[in-house]
């Protein structure tokens, strides 16, 4: 849960995409977030999230082992909204 103070002060910044403000309850909820809502749905979020089999077999094992998944996540690329 958040408490004012404990994780990061909340600074009122401007989206990246399209220069409004972005709402504190947003900020609050996600507080390395660079977009507002709007411009998240439009180009689907801050982070392009890919998930990646991890093969556990032996090294030189010609079996393929996919035991495990791992998440990476990646911030977008983000350019300005042409007007």
């Not at 220069?19 to 977030?33: G, N």
């Not at 749905?41 to 094992?61: C, H, M, P, Q, R």
Request: proline residues 4%; charged residues 35%; positive net charge.
């Amino acid at each position: 849960m958040y408490r004012e103070g404990t994780l990061m002060s909340l600074v009122a910044r401007s989206c990246k995409r399209c220069d409004q403000e972005i709402p504190t309850a947003r900020l609050r909820a996600m507080p390395d977030t660079v977009l507002c809502v709007e411009c998240s749905e439009e180009i689907g979020g801050d982070y392009k999230i890919t998930v990646v089999a991890e093969n556990l077999g032996k090294g030189g094992s010609l079996k393929k082992n996919y035991g495990a998944w791992s998440i990476k996540k990646t911030r977008r690329i983000i350019r300005p909204k042409e007007r």
